[in-house]
């Protein structure tokens, strides 16, 4: 469905997002070279994007569990994602994700201590997704700083290291006879229950500063375009 119907309002669109600050001249070639409702899509979802909430995933090997949790970040707006590899790569399978990785902000880290310090200084808290007696409910987890959710491996879980390095870890609560849910499922019930959660207490702090907007745009107005024009914008702004 259009999202714009005439050039008029177009044009109008457009001359906010100048206004507004998210664009400038220096992007006007690109912006011309999008097409309307695709622009429009870019900036609604945009606006609805958060930093505020993360997620770390520590040696999640299946392919497909780790292109269903990006997928689920991109649809609960959850841009940034660190990545602690285990026994295999991380190699999101593309069926799966629907190129969603495309729109999100990937992250590797050579092991977890690295990657969680990595977190902290940039003023996170860490909670990590396992069974103990010292965890707490999902819903109930303390989102009024920023938060990063960690989630571990298929078979084993997150390691001990992990566990002794964040600041705590939360479950999700089972009514049934089972204790644990694929790692793809667990993330995409917490990050439902963090984001919502967050949205209420964080405010206007939830979303992207101004600056992430705009660099984030930017990025995204230039990998909508196909790879032949991609090239030549590059080219044109000497950045190859």
């Known amino acids: 469905m259009s999202t714009i119907y005439s050039q008029s309002e177009y044009l109008h669109f457009v001359s906010e997002l100048f206004e507004e600050g998210i664009v400038d001249e220096k992007d006007r070639d690109i912006v011309e070279l999008i097409i309307p409702d695709r622009l429009k899509r870019l900036y609604n979802v945009l606006n609805e994007r958060t ?46 994700t629907k190129s969603a990785d495309k729109w999100l902000t990937i992250h590797r880290k050579p092991n977890i201590e690295t990657a969680i310090q990595d977190l902290r200084q940039k003023g996170y808290q860490i909670f990590a997704s396992h069974l103990s007696d010292d965890a707490v409910p999902v819903e109930e987890l303390d989102v009024s700083k920023p938060t990063v959710l960690i989630f571990g491996n298929e078979h084993s879980g997150v390691s001990n290291e992990a566990i002794d390095l964040a600041d705590g870890t939360f479950i999700i609560p089972m009514n049934g006879f089972v204790q644990s849910l694929n ?42 375009l196909n790879r032949r024009v991609r090239k030549m914008i590059e080219q044109k702004r000497g950045e190859v």
């Open 51 to 96: 930093r505020y909430i993360s997620v770390l995933l520590e040696a999640v090997d299946d392919g497909h569990n780790q292109a269903a949790v990006l997928r689920s970040q991109d649809a609960f707006g959850i841009q940034d994602t660190t990545i602690v590899t285990g026994r295999a790569p991380f190699s999101p399978n593309e069926l799966i």
């Open 183 to 224: 790692i793809s499922v667990a993330a995409a019930l917490s990050m439902s229950e963090v984001t919502k959660k967050a949205r209420q207490v964080a405010g206007e702090q939830y979303f992207l500063t101004m600056d992430e907007k705009r660099e984030l745009f930017k990025e995204w107005m230039i990998k909508s």
